[in-house]
């Protein structure tokens, strides 16, 4: 027998976790984002969903730049890091490694085996979240997981 749920409790949960990173007049920040799915294949793009209310909502809505990171379990620890300390507080890149991303203006977290670079090309807020639609610029990837094709071997990967 089926019963009613709490509708503000059994939300669909995106996979994998995500952590974006963006930059702004020279300031890089990261979050921990659980609003993030393939928004298009044809262009290739992603959906992320980021409260205004946090730091890095500012950065990304004025520059119209991410990268969608996507960490391992071993990074579980800066994970949670990323999602309980606001970026008004504290530098919360200074103890992870970054380099910039190639395309667009923002940093990429190396010990993600995967780095999604992303330019803004819409955006709505139906919601709690705005969600940033954000055409993919251009994919890095550990090459231990990717095939002969250059496709992601994701379920070779150990996702949080």
């Known amino acids: 027998m089926k019963k009613e749920a709490d509708k503000t409790k059994a939300r669909i949960k995106p996979m994998p976790n995500t952590i974006v990173s963006c930059r702004k007049d020279g300031h890089d ?3 921990a984002v659980g609003v ?3 928004a298009s294949i044809d262009p290739v793009m992603v959906m992320i969903g980021i409260i205004p209310s946090r730091f890095s909502y500012d950065m990304v809505k004025d520059t119209g730049k991410f990268v969608v990171n996507i960490p391992t379990k071993e990074f579980s620890e800066k994970y949670m890091y990323l999602g309980t300390v606001s970026g008004r507080d504290e530098d919360k890149l200074a103890s992870i490694n970054t380099t910039d991303a190639d395309i667009i203006d923002a940093p990429i977290l ?11 090309v819409d955006s709505i807020q139906p919601g709690s979240h705005e969600l940033f639609i954000g055409k993919v610029e251009k994919v890095h990837c550990d090459e231990e997981y990717l095939t002969e094709d250059n496709d992601v071997k994701w379920d070779e990967i150990d996702l949080i």
Request: charged share 10%; with cysteine; hydrophobic share 40%.
């Open 29 to 31: 920040n990261a979050l």
């Open 36 to 38: 993030a799915s393939v």
């Open 110 to 120: 190396t010990d993600c085996p995967v780095n999604i670079e992303c330019s803004v």
